[in-house]
């Protein structure tokens, strides 16, 4: 048995000892097992003298992980505390709320309102950080770090600044076509600052409530619940961002149309200019200014003040001062101030009224989305519930409730079973050697209690088989025509075939003569060999091999070894006879360095029907694959429809040879056991196409991580037996689970057919 481990695997094996003396705290080195050799057994140690020592990271490595690790505690802890959530969530809606509610408000001090976005900013960016130390990669390759980036970073189109960058933008006016373009600016700006708002919902959607209970659902709630809630998560997610892109990205379209302008502002303007720069009398002014109060009183914005600069008649020289006109309150807000220049005329426009109205249409809109968000991901989460999570959990939970019970009950069954035989003891607790009659008597009463446990073990059985099995006829006819009779299941019989029994095993004597050829190592050659000398080395295989099988004869065993090398072509120089004796060596080599072990894996008949299967899965071989038949519309392609033409045909080929008087190696096996051999040669051979290699390679895989911690007890066993007592490790091992699971119909096929397989192509690495 190998011994090879790792220095990890090592050093658990030193035993609680080493254990305390620091190996938990990452402090033990190799030099540490090498002193105290005593604790493992001696094989082991001596593979641990000559092991290096465990490079174990530096100290200032070691801290640093350390310190990562208690800073990533730190920010879970934080992040997941509820303080910090409402927090962020209350940051999160004054950052959506606050500069519409400022605008509505009217207030003049915007520099108030600057200080709280900056703090806002600045908590979305810890927030950032501190998921980033509390999940690290989990969360910047994530959906939410690229939200959480874009709504904090949203927060700075808020600022004033920026407001009074894009009014100065639109405020330039020059001409009808640098109106054109500046207005298309200017709304652009303005689209871009409520998108930039708007983004900020993004945000919002972590604090949903199915984000907010999938953490907990893991231990409070089944795993159906939990599946659930995660694919609400993700679902409501998808759909949150599909409303805010369609809220944020359907008005940016209206940018390259041609822009909705208003030209009484400069109507206004160039007609009291004329009226200036005419020398109108003070009475034409005021009519005009009287009319343009007037055509702007039932309008959302007016103006506030209008300033002119007179020109003196004598010089011609303009005014240094504008004259106030007229004039009204001034708006609070600099933001609302809209000056139209024209000439000597200065018209200064208050926008307030429009503007807040606009900022109570964005809290609407605002409003109406987050209705939308939790609308939807509510109504998405009771859809979800009520077609998949409800029935499947109230089906667990049924199931977890009857497996509770049964369990109750076996544990019930165990004590009592244990009380009684201790009862039972009890009286004979005192003498050396207990009766005969008190043992006899006690195993009765155990054997009752199990077969009652057997009973329930059974009935549990019986409802798996229930669930999982295809119904399938039970009349004796229709199983034989489906190809399910009884004798399939002949392998397992514990008169001669079941794991237990059976199997072959090449004695003292035998192994004089077999040295002689080279044989049972992995150094025989056949293309070493003469012709005649191939031809003893399988004959003497099928004759040890026929062993444990009803009398074969040698004749027979010579008269199909004969006939079958005549029927291997010459012209392959691959797939010939000597390919077949190498293969049907290889087989029997490994089931020889097997030694007992191999009969626990395969039964007399199986092994001696694989052997036959080696020598025959290439007879009659042309030399080119299965590919180049079909392309070619080979006879043989034809024959058997595409399908493994090639195994199809030695398959064919050795029952050909089987039926001629004389050369039948299954002639003395019973209708069963021969039905059963012809069953395992047919999959052997079918399983040497290498299309199949695949599919057989993966139902190994399957096999090994569906089974990987029952094969890694094994394992330990093996590792745990004295290499040199070969019969106390053939007591122990394998353990019977693990042949269970071998013996399983599906897994023996495939392990079955991958022996045969690996026979056939292991030769480039002999």
Known sequence: TSLKRSPSQYLSLSGPRLAR??????SVSAETCVEEPDDVPGMVSRRLQSTRAVELPHPAVRGVRRAAAVVQGCCRQVYESQLFSAAILTMLLGALFLPDVWV??????VDQLDNILLVIFVSFVVECLVQIGAYRCAYVCSSFFFMDLIGTSSVLLDLSRFGQLAQEDANRTEGVGGNTIILRAARAAKLGVRVGRLTKLVKI???????????????????????????????STRVACLIIGLVTILPLFGIVTYPAQDWSLQFWAAQLAHRVQSNATRAEVDRVVGDLVAFYADLSYAPYSILI???DLATGAAAAEREELWATRAPRRLSNRVPVHHGDV?????????KRTEAVLNLVLITFTLVLLILFAWTISKAVNAIALDPLEEALGKLRDVGCTIYKRVETMQAQMASWRSAALKSVKDRAAPSAAAGEQVDKEMATETALLERVVAKLAALGEITVRVTKPQDAQTLQYLGAAPAAETRRDPSEASYGQGGWVVDAGNWGS???????????????????????VVALVLTIAAQKVPPVTGEVIAAFLEEVASRYLTSPEFHNWSHAVDVS??????FAHFGTRAKLVFSWLEEYAMLISAVCHDVGHP???NEFLVLTSHEMAIRYNDTSPLENMHCATLFEIIRTPGRDVFSSLSRDRHREAREVCIQAILSTDQAKLVSLVKSIQLLGEVNSELLAQAQQLADAEPEDDRAACEQSWPPRELMDVIWAPEAHQSIRNAVVHLSDICYPVK
């Not at 509505?104 to 001090?109: G, H, K, P, Q």
């Not at 060596?585 to 490994?590: K, Q």
């Open 21 to 26: 003396d620091g190996l938990a705290s990452g």
């Open 104 to 109: 509505v408000m009217d207030s003049a001090r």
């Open 205 to 235: 959607v972590r604090f949903l409530p199915q984000h907010q209970r999938v953490g907990r659902s893991r231990t409070q709630v089944g795993i159906a619940n939990t599946i659930g809630k995660l694919l609400c998560a993700q679902v």
């Open 309 to 311: 600069r007179r020109t």
């Open 346 to 354: 200065v018209i200064n426009f208050d926008f307030g009224g429009m």
């Open 514 to 536: 077999l040295q002689e050829f080279g044989m049972g190592t992995w150094l025989l050659n056949p293309l070493e060999l003469e012709a005649a000398q191939r031809q003893a």
């Open 585 to 590: 060596h290889t087989l029997f080599a490994m």
């Open 623 to 625: 030399g080119v694959n």
